[in-house]
């Protein structure tokens, strides 16, 4: 069922590198399920750690180069030197990456608070302004509705997300949220903050409800009553996925009949939900470009 039709906001998703070769696989059968969607850009996370950052970046290289999609690489202040990040920088620029997505990043299991790297950087502020300096890369950066955990208020969070408009950012991307009130009077607030640079929604379909709500108690992202109530009664898998795109779709239509021009949307490497949700909305798949069997 097709809920809209016209022109539509432009799309970017969300993938996490792989773990495993099982991870691999379920990665590159997202991207191939994707690709033909037609996304703005797709951008991969990135976690501190030798073996993680390698992951990212093959992950990165194999999706620009097999899908040829633009995809911006996540970049973080954690465990690394100011060197060893702007190098992580140079070497997506090496691959014609030239759109990263900046944050400070959260710490380390087991670690209570971030505590910056000796010689790295101390914030997202830092890490945008001397990308900025490094090379012409387009740098999103992290935005908050419902208030970054550590932020003393709300007013606080889109002062900060001001500073890192003006240390170089281009555009927000948000955490996810699943009351559209809260997005909005965020996007209101950042406006008549004098912040220009677009605040794009960031969607999270749910793959899995309770695996979900113990990520949102993480990063203290809130999940509203009725939605607890509204995956209490499903049944079974198939109807808890139908609910899943369901509640998306209704979100990302409600989204765009507020003005929103562009959704990034988390996949978590799921090849079929953001596929399904962003369908229902009216997105038509292309030709696919994606080679064959990749492997990221």
């Known amino acids: 069922m097709t809920y809209l039709s016209g022109a539509l906001p432009s ?7 792989p773990h495993t070769p099982e991870g691999a696989a379920r990665l590159w059968r997202s991207v ?15 976690g501190a750690g030798g073996t993680t950052r390698e992951r990212t970046h093959a992950a990165i290289q194999a999706i620009a180069e097999r899908a040829r999609l633009n995809v911006a690489g996540h970049l973080t202040c954690v465990g690394a030197s100011r060197e060893e990040t702007l190098e992580v920088a140079r070497s997506y620029a090496r691959i014609g990456v030239r759109r990263i997505v900046a944050l400070r990043g959260d710490p380390p299991k087991g ?23 490094a090379g012409p890369f387009e740098i999103a950066a992290g935005a908050y509705p419902e208030k970054h955990p550590e932020a003393g208020s709300l007013r606080d969070d889109i002062d900060y997300l001001k500073r890192k408009v003006d240390a170089g950012a281009s555009m927000a991307i948000t955490q996810f949220f ?3 009130e809260s997005f909005l009077r965020f996007r209101d ?8 640079a677009p605040v794009v929604p960031g969607v999270l ?7 979900m709500t113990n990520f949102a108690a993480r990063c203290q992202a809130h999940v509203p009553p009725w939605m607890y109530d509204a995956y209490a009664q499903v049944r079974d898998e198939a109807e808890a996925y139908a609910l899943s795109v369901d509640l998306a779709v209704r979100q990302m239509q409600a989204l765009i009949g507020e003005g929103v021009e562009h959704l ?10 953001g596929f399904d949700v962003c369908h229902a909305l009216g997105y038509e798949a292309v030709p696919p470009t994606v080679a064959k069997g990749g492997a990221a």
């Open 178 to 180: 699943f009351e559209n």
């Open 32 to 46: 191939e399920r994707l690709a033909p969607l037609s996304p703005d850009f797709v951008s991969v996370t990135y």
């Open 11 to 17: 799309l970017s998703f969300e993938f996490f590198p």
């Open 264 to 273: 990034h949307v988390y996949t978590l490497n799921n090849p079929d939900l």
């Open 111 to 133: 670690e209570g608070g971030f505590v910056p790297h000796p010689q790295g950087f101390r914030s997202s502020v830092e890490l945008i302004a001397a990308l900025r300096e």
């Open 205 to 211: 379909p749910v793959e899995n409800f309770e695996k």
């Open 189 to 196: 607030a950042a406006a008549a903050a004098g912040i220009t």
